[in-house]
């Protein structure tokens, strides 16, 4: 099976713009999840979504959203970058049927760069 | 809050030698894996193993072991036999209902 795939893989932005992110999911596999990592404050998670739902959300503000397709593809938006959006965006994938008891796998991550 | 704290920043080893990298945590969860994940400079974020945490068999991949103690909440990973390939970061890694929760990570260097 092919692993998950995330595009673009780097990105150069400048501060007000707005930027999405794509991940693929490994075929079969209906749940996705983002997570942004910095060096200040780790890895953290943005929110989860399953079967075109959201799930989860965690801490961030609205500026960030996201949204899944039938396909269970997924898209993150981020709107008004700021230079602390600086980071990189892993996404991963797992069945979604008992998210204590399943392994998630990652992509490569698309490093963003806010300027 | 649930929490995962790994208390190594950094470690280092040589080649063939072991090390151990330790992970505490702190969950209100039943019936729940944990994850040990590597980061190589390539970023990409890998599966190293997991346990299951209802079963008192420590798991085991290849030259990666984990020692388990469900009482302590404790879940350290044991390499052996150590390779140039191993140099990365290291996350253990725990669910919190439908996301995980990192530690901080530990930097391991395996030098020749």
């Known amino acids: 099976k092919a692993g998950v795939t995330q595009t673009p893989r780097y990105l150069i932005k400048t501060r007000g713009q707005q930027v999405t992110l794509s991940c693929s999911p490994i075929?079969?596999?209906?749940?996705v999840s983002w997570y942004q990592q910095t060096p200040g404050q780790g890895l953290q998670f943005l929110f989860e979504?399953?079967?075109?739902?959201?799930?989860n959300k965690g801490n961030f503000p609205g500026r960030f959203s996201g949204r899944q397709f039938s396909n269970s593809r997924s898209e993150m938006n981020v709107s008004t970058l700021e230079l602390g959006d600086s980071a990189l965006y892993l996404c991963?994938?797992?069945?979604?049927?008992?998210?204590?008891?399943?392994?998630?796998?990652f992509g490569p991550g698309t490093r963003l760069l806010v300027l | 809050a649930q929490t995962v704290t790994q208390s190594q920043p950094e470690m280092s080893v040589q080649e063939a030698e072991t090390v151990t990298l330790s992970c505490t945590y702190d969950?209100?969860?039943?019936?729940?894996?944990l994850f040990w994940y590597k980061q190589p400079p390539s970023r990409q974020m890998i599966l190293v193993i997991r346990?299951?945490?209802?079963?008192?068999q420590n798991a085991t991949e290849n030259r990666f072991s984990v020692n388990f103690q469900k009482a302590a909440k404790s879940f350290s990973l044991k390499i052996s036999d150590s390779q140039l390939g191993d140099t990365a970061m290291y996350f253990c890694?725990?669910?919190?209902?439908?996301?995980?929760?990192f530690g901080t990570g530990t930097r391991l260097q395996v030098f020749p």
């Open positions: 075929s079969g596999h209906r749940s």
């Open positions: 890694a725990v669910p919190n209902t439908d996301k995980l929760i």
């Open positions: 969950t209100s969860e039943s019936n729940y894996y």
């Open positions: 991963a994938s797992s069945s979604g049927v008992d998210r204590r008891q399943e392994t998630q796998y």
């Open positions: 979504y399953f079967s075109e739902t959201q799930r």
């Open positions: 346990q299951e945490a209802y079963k008192q």
